[in-house]
Nanobody, 124 residues
Framework: QVQLVESGGELVQPGGSLRLSCKTSGFIFPTYTMGWFRQAPGGEREGISCITAVGDVTYYGDSVKTRFTISRDIPNSTLYLQVNSLKPEDTAVYHC?????????????????WGQGTQVTVSS
């Protein structure tokens, strides 16, 4: 059974940092391209970052490229997103997703497995 379980989201003040985790099981983690997406209240799903099966990293959006860092722990089948210098507009539910491909995509429809998400709220 495939599972992706996000954690690490919480209420944080502007300027703060968080480390989001995505623990996976049920598929061969290092053979999948992994992505982070977010969806703000009333907004559309947005691709944030992606790491391919071979370790190439792609960011979507200049605003997150300098503040967010995607990484993975292959032995523990876990994906991470370090988010720094948080802004109120970063408030969203953050999801991880897995794609059976060697290429990144910002289109969520092209991902095979999804987690339930973790809430990040940036507010003073």
């Amino acid at each position: 059974q495939v599972q992706l379980v996000e954690s690490g989201g919480e209420l944080v003040q502007p300027g703060g940092s968080l480390r989001l985790s995505c623990k996976t099981s049920g598929f061969i983690f290092p053979t999948y391209t992994m992505g982070w997406f977010r969806q703000a209240p009333g907004g559309e799903r947005e691709g944030i970052s992606c790491i391919t099966a071979v370790g190439d990293v792609t960011y979507y959006g200049d605003s997150v490229k300098t503040r967010f860092t995607i990484s993975r722990d292959i032995p523990n089948s876990t994906l991470y997103l370090q988010v720094n210098s948080l802004k109120p507009e970063d408030t969203a539910v953050y999801h991880c997703a897995a794609r059976w491909s060697h290429h990144c995509s910002s289109n969520g429809v092209q991902y095979d497995f999804w987690g339930q998400g973790t809430q990040v709220t940036v507010s003073s």
